[in-house]
């Protein structure tokens, strides 16, 4: 059957539909790709790419710049991963950026981001290689889990046993919580303590009062902290010394002058231990006494005597002048 020339239209129209809308795909998708821009080749190495695919983007400060190109595994550690970067952002990126591999949101495609240095370096050129960061795959954040999740299920058991034993009244804490004398027993040793702490506070108090009045200069030690009373009792110190050492010299001088008349030296000895001596002392001491009054009899008949009452009566007017005077 021969076609109309109105299905021979319409079916050229859906054909160059068709194209312009392939046309238009190439070309978004190339964009997105970064197939038509002008850019350059950038590299990292990681120890694991973490699901990365080519063609998956490159983001600097959250911006898509660029696509993944290459990824080549170098050895069993070591990933090279090739990207492609708009040549406008190379003067953004300094050399001490660090590129990390990450995710599009929650569940989305893995993307590499790169994360601006925080020096003052000079930007990158085609072709270096830039630090990088590998993230904590999930794999290791479920082994920590997991190991977080027996540890806490141990404390779990633990927690049990030793709540089981508090309320059955096992060891201090059951003993403390069930039996009701041995808390009136802590209550008390509470008060106790209290009364203890209460009295030490206050002789704390008293002697601090105690040692602030010995700094005062109306007692004993405050007088002693004074430099010329602490001098003077040095002077008086230091001349009990040489006292002592006088006394002790005296001593021994007595001490020798005793044994000398224990020994019939000097005339001491004579004197103590001589009784005709002490007589003859005796008699002649009364002798003296005798003379001495004779001597005074003599002296008044003297001084009635005619021939000398003159020279004595002048002998009392002179004393009475000099007592006047």
Do not use: C, W
């Not at 190339?30 to 694991?48: I, P, S």
């Not at 006292?243 to 030296?265: C, H, P, Q, R």
């Amino acid at each position: 059957m021969e076609k109309t020339t109105s299905q021979k239209i319409r079916l050229g129209l859906f054909v160059i539909i068709g194209l312009l809308i392939f046309v238009l795909a190439v070309y978004f998708i190339g964009n997105e790709q970064k197939m038509f821009g002008k850019t350059d080749r950038l590299e990292a190495v990681f120890n694991n790419v973490s699901g990365l695919q080519l063609g998956n983007n490159v983001r600097y400060s959250g911006i898509n710049v660029g696509t993944v190109r290459e990824i080549e595994m170098i050895n069993d550690t070591t990933i090279r991963v090739n990207m492609l970067i708009d040549k406008a952002i190379f003067r953004h990126i300094k050399k001490d950026a660090i590129a990390t591999i990450g995710s599009d949101g929650l569940v989305g495609n893995v993307i590499i981001n790169i994360i601006p240095g925080k020096g003052s370096e000079p930007p990158v050129k085609p072709g270096d290689l830039i630090r990088s960061v590998n993230r904590i795959r999930t794999d290791d954040i479920l082994n920590t889990l997991n190991v977080t999740n027996q540890n806490a299920a141990q404390l779990t058991v633990d927690l049990l046993k030793i709540t089981k034993e508090i309320t059955q009244g096992k060891g201090t804490v059951g003993l403390l919580i069930n039996d009701s004398i041995m808390a009136k027993d802590l209550k008390q040793t509470m008060r106790y303590l209290k009364l203890t702490s209460r009295g030490t506070s206050e002789s704390v108090a008293n002697l601090n009062k105690l040692i602030t009045a010995l700094n005062k200069k109306d007692n004993v030690v405050g007088v002693l902290k004074d430099s010329a009373v602490a001098n003077k009792i040095k002077t008086v110190v230091s001349n009990l010394d040489k006292s002592s050492n006088e006394i002790e010299k005296a001593i021994t001088n007595l001490n020798a002058t005793i044994v000398n008349i224990k020994d019939g030296k000097g005339a001491l000895n004579y004197l103590s231990n001589d009784p005709k001596l002490v007589g003859k002392i005796d008699s002649t001491m009364t002798n003296i006494n005798e003379a001495s009054s004779r001597l005074n009899q003599n002296m008044e008949a003297l001084k009635h005597n005619f021939l000398f009452r003159g020279y004595f009566k002048k002998q009392e007017k002179a004393k009475l002048k000099e007592q006047k005077k």
